[in-house]
């Protein structure tokens, strides 16, 4: 039925594109596609890639490495799952808030079921009663009834939840989050692996990652008891500056399970040589290798498993920070294409497909000797604009002082990390700066938190080679199309706002708060205090710098340059700095003297309510 | 000897009736937790029971019993306020919240998160009380009610300005299917319909915070202390006693005509429609419908004590060999046949015997 329903795609050469994402600036028929998670089928002859730029899974023959078919999705799909029984894929669309699911034998979507905000990670029960959904924005895991499609309930994860992978005999399932856990300022930042049992559908344990940030994808051994997750921990309270002397990111894996005491961290990087943001992990079916792609650094590294636990087991101290860890268990590198993310190993475990989203391929790695054997494209748009190189800059770390990280280190999947970073040479410690969002930046400049950058080629080019690469970095035709890219990054949708664009009672009320020019006493606001004068047109930024009282004694300058405001809610903690933990605390905690707008005479509920409204921009 | 015979028979006719006259009401074997055995303090405010987790609330830290052991969380851990008032468990995550002296805390799977005035849109750190509702945690605090809508992080508050709480002293918070009933302390009832989102408020016709005039015509007093919605029967706890409500008629409990061993109620907590343990400064007391059965230390001497006040005001007292680890009752919770006592002397245990 699966071969018949595939022989008909072919011979009426089907391909179906979804419509094109909200600001995406190729939307002619030929689109990038951008594959960034596969699954296999159960019989190992169909590859499901899915494809985030152009909004689609598509089908590929693993022996031809031919797309046999194309399937279009909600927008900016993020996770795909295969069910058990191998006949229903489950696809999340990160931008609609909501997952499909496709018939494998009928290549079609048969549901769209709602989820939590922006889901990325999805997972099945082992019976094909319960769907798992991982949600970036708001922080949990849908828990979703296949039987009716409705949500059964939400279960609290940690920041940024993404991705899902469950145990083998299925009752244990692995949540990882992208971001930290918003903690107290300049603090090393902490993660958690989620740990949610199917049986009982609730969280029963969050193993706790130290200095780490965005964590990725898990994977388990075939016994499940070794579980390995690829991870990040930047050195953001150190100047990045010093990144020649030291490190910016260790591109790490965090290991549990049995022979190993507690949650291990151990390097995949080497001395003067960096394997830059681990993103997927695979595990072979015999447990010897561990493979693990790194989407900044064009490899895919090779662990030996008995090796990594025989060094975890036998060496004291805390290995991850240690650059001679890896030659200890790491076997060997393979260059793949560009930004490789999702890695599925066939079910004998002798291929291994790495998703090369830069590349809009894939490349077929034979596990017996660790070479590339082919590589499949995928089709899409053949030819290279100027955006897309930029894209393909922007998530590479080879510019950077010995390859250590990429933009998209820093900017996620093109976001933000949640960090704050000591970036210039100027002491520790001294102007700290929170990571901003950059979404729609046009109109927005100047630049930097103090609006030292007039403009994204002096931010993405001689500030970014001064302060973060520590290199020679891009030459001005790379920088043009790096700059292309960030500047046509669109916004993600806004959750808060009602379908039809109205506001809801709280909403008012809290933008007559937002615009008002007299305080509650009747007293006239002066206009430069008033919320819309700093944070006036489209973008809520009157692009000037301001002091708002929100300077620290460690800050160069009081003034600050007025951040805009669409989306400022995904975007905690706040303040240049990062010292706000929520939007709240921009004003019960920072603004004793109504610097920062007048909002003393506020009872809460009426601060709620601005902080409502503030959420639907 | 046939005379003696005949005696003893009446004796026994006596005996038999008067045990028949009594009550058939639970007992317990009381075992009692304090700091001597791993508690953090001895004031209980509150206790929860989630299967075979017991959740004590202190003065001192949350202290969970578990496999015999306790585990305590303290603000070293994350915990919003030392003094823990009040928990509710959210049955569907198995996530237990924390109403404390500084804010509102969430415990999942050891993590504690916490949500305050400064960093929340939380009304206000004094929390009272908390209850869970779906995907909404409602809290009483002393600024009036917050509702927490956990999907998107949204925060409503409820007070003078869109209720009608003349008092925002909010005291304890229930919820049933179709209602939410807050104990204003000093300003009666509030409900909250779900249907509807419309508030009503309840209160004491006489109007007199010393003494009762008009019994059964409506709430006992205006200094509720908590509510409990049952069966869509309503109880409350006051100060000066306490209240049922069915949704038309208001019965009133006082000691002078009921088994209350006191007027001052810290709380009630109802069974069904017309069962219910009432938390007294003098005692822990059962209610069945129409009889009464009181559980304490001795107020004079401190022995175990256990009577039973039938229909018609008749007394037994009951030969006990423990009690509760002291007469001030905060709160109860249940576990199977068995119930559990905060107290403001140690957490107690009583094992059901018949």
């Known amino acids: 039925m699966v071969v018949g329903c595939m022989a008909m795609a072919l011979a009426i050469g089907l391909l179906v594109f979804a419509k094109s994402a909200k600001a995406k600036p190729d939307s002619d028929e030929a689109r990038y596609l951008s594959p960034r998670e596969m699954v296999l089928s159960l019989d190992g002859r169909w590859l499901y890639v899915m494809c985030e730029s152009s909004d689609e899974v598509r089908v590929v023959a693993t022996q031809h490495g031919n797309v046999v ?217 015999d447990n010897k290798k561990l493979y693990v792609s790194s989407s900044g ?80 494209g995928l089709g899409g748009k053949p030819d290279m604009t100027s955006l897309r190189r930029g894209e393909q800059l922007f998530y590479s770390s080879r510019f950077a002082f010995q390859g250590q990280f990429s933009c998209a280190n820093c900017h996620i999947d093109s976001t933000f990390d949640g960090l704050q970073w000591d970036l210039e040479p100027d002491g520790f410690g001294v102007d700290i700066v929170d990571n901003r969002s950059i979404e ?32 020679q970095s891009y030459n001005s035709a790379e920088l043009a199309d790096l700059v292309t890219y960030v500047m046509a990054l669109p916004y993600r949708p806004n959750r808060y706002r ?45 692009t000037k710098q301001t002091d708002v009282g929100s300077g620290k004694p460690t800050d160069r300058s009081p003034l600050v340059d007025v951040p805009q405001l669409p989306n400022v809610a995904y975007s905690a903690p706040y303040l240049h700095d990062g010292s706000a933990k929520s939007m709240e605390e921009i004003w019960t905690v920072f603004n004793p003297h109504d610097t920062h707008g007048v909002t003393n005479d506020l009872q809460k509920d009426e601060l709620n309510d601005l902080i409502e409204y503030l959420r639907t921009l | 000897m046939k005379t003696r015979l005949l005696s003893g028979l009446l004796m026994l006719m006596v005996c038999v009736s008067a045990v028949a006259a009594t009550p058939d009401m639970p007992r317990y074997r009381w075992e009692n937790f304090t700091t001597a055995n791993g508690l953090p303090d001895n004031h209980v405010f509150n206790v929860l029971v989630d299967g075979n987790r017991i959740w004590a609330a202190t003065e001192n830290g949350l202290a969970l019993y578990e496999d015999g052991k306790w585990k305590v969380f303290t603000p070293a851990d994350g915990l919003a306020h030392r003094a823990v008032l009040s928990l509710a468990v959210d049955k569907r995550t198995g996530d237990v919240w924390a109403a404390t002296m500084g804010g509102l805390s969430r415990i999942s799977a050891g993590r504690i998160d916490t949500f305050n005035q400064l960093n929340s849109g939380l009304s206000n750190d004094v929390v009272y009380g908390v209850a869970v509702q779906g995907d909404f945690i409602w809290t009483a605090t002393a600024a009036g009610a917050s509702r927490y809508n956990t999907r998107t992080g949204q925060w409503s508050l409820f007070n003078e300005r869109n209720t009608p709480m003349y008092e925002i002293w909010t005291y304890a918070v229930t919820v049933g299917s179709d209602k939410i009933y807050y104990a204003v302390w000093g300003g009666g009832v509030l409900e909250y319909d779900l249907k509807t989102e419309r508030w009503k408020d309840y209160n004491d016709p006489d109007g007199e915070t010393e003494i009762v005039l008009f019994k059964d015509q409506g ?136």
């Open chain 1, 297 to 376: 650094s064009e490899v895919v590294t090779v662990v030996d498993i008995q090796k990594m636990i025989g060094y975890v087991q036998t060496t004291k101290g805390p290995i991850a920070n240690d650059l001679s860890a890896s030659a200890n268990y790491v076997l060997t590198r393979i260059p793949v294409g560009r930004n490789p993310k999702g890695l599925v190993l066939s079910r004998d475990g002798t291929k291994l497909f790495v998703a090369n989203r830069m590349d809009d391929s894939i490349s077929v790695i034979d596990t017996s000797n660790d070479v590339v054997v082919s590589t499949m």
């Open chain 1, 69 to 285: 078919k194309t399937v279009a999705v909600g927008h900016e799909p993020r996770g795909i799952v295969l069910s058990s029984d191998g006949t229903h894929l489950y696809v999340a669309n990160s931008w609609d808030d909501t997952v499909s699911e496709i018939d494998t034998a009928k290549l079609k979507v048969t549901r769209t079921l709602p989820t939590g905000f922006e889901p990325n990670g999805v997972a099945v029960d082992r019976e094909g009663k319960t769907l798992y959904v991982a949600n970036r924005l708001s922080n949990d895991i849908s828990v979703v009834n296949l039987a009716d499609g409705q949500e059964i309930k939400r279960l609290a994860a940690g920041r940024g939840a993404s991705y899902l992978t469950p145990s083998p005999d299925g009752k244990l399932l692995y949540a990882t989050h992208v971001y930290p856990k918003i903690g107290k300022h300049r603090t090393a930042p902490e993660s958690e692996v989620t740990v949610i049992d199917t049986q009982k559908q609730v969280v029963v344990d969050r193993k706790q990652l130290h200095n780490v940030a965005g964590v990725f994808h898990t994977a388990t051994s075939s016994d499940g008891k070794l579980v390995v997750s690829a991870q990040l921990r930047p050195k953001n309270l150190v100047p990045l500056a010093h990144v020649e002397h030291g490190w910016a990111f260790g591109d790490s894996l965090a290991i549990f399970g049995d022979g190993v005491n507690g949650v291990v961290q151990i390097p995949l990087d080497e001395l003067e040589r960096y394997v830059a943001m681990p993103y997927a992990v695979a595990i072979t079916p």
């Open chain 1, 440 to 471: 729609d930046l046009g109109g927005t400049e100047p630049f930097k938190w103090n609006g030292g950058n007039p403009n994204m080629a002096t931010e993405c080019g001689p500030r970014t080679e001064k302060f973060f690469y520590r290199s």
């Open chain 2, 219 to 354: 709430l006992i007093h205006e200094i509720t202390t908590s509510v409990s919605y049952v069966d869509k029967i309503l109880w409350v706890a006051t100060y000066f006693g306490d209240s049922r409500y069915d949704g038309r008629n208001w019965h009133n409990f006082l000691t002078k005509d009921s088994g209350l061993p006191s007027n001052f109620t810290n709380q009630v907590k109802a069974i069904d429609a017309n069962r219910a343990w009432f938390s007294t400064d003098k005692g822990l007391a059962y209610y069945d419908g129409t009889n009464w059965a009181v559980y304490r230390p001795n107020l004079k001497t401190g022995a175990p004590e256990m009577y039973v006040r039938d229909v018609d005001g008749n007394i037994t007292n009951i030969t006990v060999d423990t009690a509760p680890a002291h007469n001030y009752i905060l709160g109860v919770d249940f576990q199977g046949d068995d119930i559990w006592v905060a107290t403001a002397k140690g957490l107690s245990h009583g094992i059901r015997q018949k």
């Open chain 1, 498 to 542: 009602l379908p039809g664009g109205e506001l809801t009672m709280s909403q008012e009320r809290g933008k007559a708060i937002f615009e008002r020019t007299a305080n509650k006493r009747g007293q006239p606001i002066p206009e430069t205090n008033q919320c819309g004068y700093c944070h006036s047109g489209a973008k809520y930024t009157n």
